[in-house]
């Protein structure tokens, strides 16, 4: 249930879209705190259904009650998409994407 973010109260980001030619820009999406805690708790609930495919004992549902009880899901934005490599650069990983 925690969250943290840089972004001021009520601030909203415009993250993701397409360009096309002759077209006008489609499929944006916002990241603002409301629709990031709704998606948190979305794929929070769908590993611990996830988690009642695999018997008790096994590793991938342990995996998966690990992630949801003790990890944070995450959303970098970096808006420099002229730069490809600015990105991994911040997060000090350049060369190591797979």
């Not at 972004?7 to 820009?25: D, L, R, S």
């Not at 549902?61 to 600015?86: F, M, Q, S």
Request: glycine share 8%.
């Amino acid at each position: 249930g925690d969250f943290e973010t840089n972004m001021e109260q009520g601030e909203a980001n415009t993250v993701t879209w397409g360009v096309f030619p002759g077209k006008e820009i489609v499929q944006s999406t916002i990241i603002e705190e409301d629709s990031f805690k709704a998606w948190r708790d979305e794929a929070i609930a769908i590993w611990a259904e996830w988690e009642l495919l695999f018997p008790k004992p096994s590793k991938t549902r342990r995996l998966l009650k690990t992630i949801g009880d003790e990890r944070w899901l995450v959303t970098v934005i970096h808006h420099d998409y002229k730069n490809v490599e600015a990105l991994w650069d911040f997060l000090g990983c350049r060369g190591q994407r797979v």
